[in-house]
């Protein structure tokens, strides 16, 4: 993860607004944190001052509040920021990225140059020249004597690189010089973004960046597979002054480079590609829906839906392959809690898939994690959910008249997303939304009392009520052999 470029100070700090976020209700008590960082009373207080110093110095005190009421770590946030947004602040700030910055920029001739310049000490630089190499040669990285970032593959270590830039300084560039902007403006005026997120806008920004970087220090990518690109595109680009500093020798590969990133930004923009002409895409989508079909029999019947998913999954496998070995490491952490109690089904599918594919690709395996929730996505946005979960049917009857039963259903929509619909009849649904607690007990059905109108916790209350009751259909199904 990120937090391994992290001095062991940051590290608990983060760890513990981490899982004071995590945590029901913002809060553990002191001894449950002592017990999962494994340190003593006086260290968890001096940790929580220390933490409280630096949300102020980062400017974060009117956003993350954390605070000691005996024997409980409160926390209190609104919203704006989160555990991530330090752990960003503190990786910028640490001595590993640092080094790494200074060794991506040329900045340092040596180790020892970084510390004098830095103001280290050289056994702490060298410490963490330590750490940092260890953590890079997992990519197959290392920051050699000459203190330059090297790799066995510039295409990995530039996506690598994009990936690490644009989760820590976004849309900031200032670390690259005039000459640098000057070369990436030219090149980016005339780049269309249809259909681009902000994100991808700034990961394109930083891509261009480092390529520019990467061509001044003279070094180039690999050759690069193309055949699903255009001939026309690739003669076009490899016209433009941003890659005719490069040797003949290597200005097709840099040019193929660049647009294969640059495609898979956006659907909008790949869909020119000849994507299904790709072998690599083309087994691991054809080999992902044949698995989903397997998994879901239900679903073999929906030929158009089958197309779209596999139109779908073309795009996200080109997406993936524009992405480095690191990129499992480098993605903001999603908590898989909730599509545990929301899809199981499809989790489970996706768990044991991608688990499989150890055996028979692990390039894709050493993503897994973030496959996992991208197969997820895919699979959820393409075919009816009645075939992939279990749904769950709620009945809305309040005392307040038809009209507020009305304005209740309409609310609902966001339950849809979660597998729930709203049942016509009492004796069809699961789950009773009313105010009369008299009247769930009555009719001995599941039921959920709000009040008028409904609170966060009400919502919470329902989501909650959802997810247990399709447990607990799931466990009756198992038991009467469905």
């Known amino acids: 993860m990120l937090d391994s470029l992290l001095a062991k100070e940051e590290w608990r700090k983060y760890q513990l607004l981490k899982r004071l976020e995590r945590s029901p209700y913002f809060s553990l008590t002191k001894k449950e944190m002592m017990d999962q960082l494994e340190i003593s009373n006086f260290v968890l207080k001096s940790m929580i001052d220390q933490l409280t110093l630096d949300i102020e110095k980062y400017e974060l005190a009117q956003e993350i509040h954390v605070f000691l009421e005996d024997p409980f770590i409160q926390l209190e946030i609104t919203g704006t920021a989160s555990s991530e947004t330090l752990l960003e602040k503190y990786v ?61 593959c510039e295409k990995n270590l530039r996506l690598f690189l994009t990936e690490l830039f644009s989760r820590i300084y976004k849309a900031d560039f200032s670390i690259f010089t005039q000459k640098d902007k000057s070369f990436v403006q030219s090149r980016q005026v005339y780049l269309l973004m249809a259909g681009m997120t902000i994100h991808q806008k700034n990961n394109l920004q930083q891509y261009l960046y480092i390529t520019d970087l990467r061509i001044q220090q ?54 020119g590609l000849k994507l299904a002409e790709n072998e690599q895409i083309i087994d691991w989508s054809q080999n992902l829906l044949a698995g989903l079909l397997h998994y879901f029999p239900k679903l073999t019947g929906y030929s158009e839906h089958k197309n779209v998913f596999l139109r779908r999954s073309y795009l996200l496998h080109f997406q993936l392959m524009e992405t480095s070995q690191a990129y499992e490491e480098l993605q903001p952490e999603m908590n898989i809690l909730y599509f545990q109690q929301t899809y199981p089904k499809v989790l489970a599918f996706c768990k044991k898939y991608i688990n499989d594919s150890k055996d028979t690709d692990l390039g894709l395996f050493k993503k897994k994690k973030q496959v996992l929730f991208h197969y997820l996505f895919l699979i959820l946005d393409s ?42 009849e009492l004796e069809l649904s699961d789950i009773i939304l009313t105010d009369s607690r008299d009247l769930g007990k009555k009719y001995k059905k599941d039921y959920v009392v709000w009040l008028a109108p409904p609170r966060p916790l009400d919502w919470a209350n329902l989501g909650q009520k959802i997810s247990n009751t399709r447990a607990l259909k799931k466990v009756d199904s198992k038991n009467t052999g469905d």
């Open 218 to 271: 003279q070094k180039y990518v690999e050759v690069q597979g193309k055949n699903f690109l255009l001939r026309e595109s690739i003669q076009e680009e490899a016209g433009n002054s941003f890659f005719q500093r490069v040797p003949s020798d290597f200005r097709e590969a840099e040019v193929i480079a660049f647009l294969r990133y640059y495609y898979s930004r956006s659907e909008d923009l790949a869909i």
């Open 92 to 152: 910028e700030e640490s001595i590993s990225f640092q080094l790494l910055l200074g060794a991506v920029l040329g900045t340092y001739k040596s180790l020892n140059d970084f510390s004098e310049k830095v103001l280290i000490s050289y056994p702490i630089a060298r410490k963490n020249y330590k750490q940092l190499n260890k953590y890079l040669a997992s990519f197959n990285f290392k920051v050699d004597k000459k203190f330059r970032l090297i790799g066995d």
């Open 383 to 424: 075919f009816p959910k009645k075939n992939l979960l279990e749904m769950i049917y709620i009945y809305v009857d309040f005392s307040f008249g038809s009209l507020y039963n009305k304005f209740i259903v309409e609310n609902l929509d966001f339950f849809h997303v979660a597998g729930a619909e709203v049942a016509d």
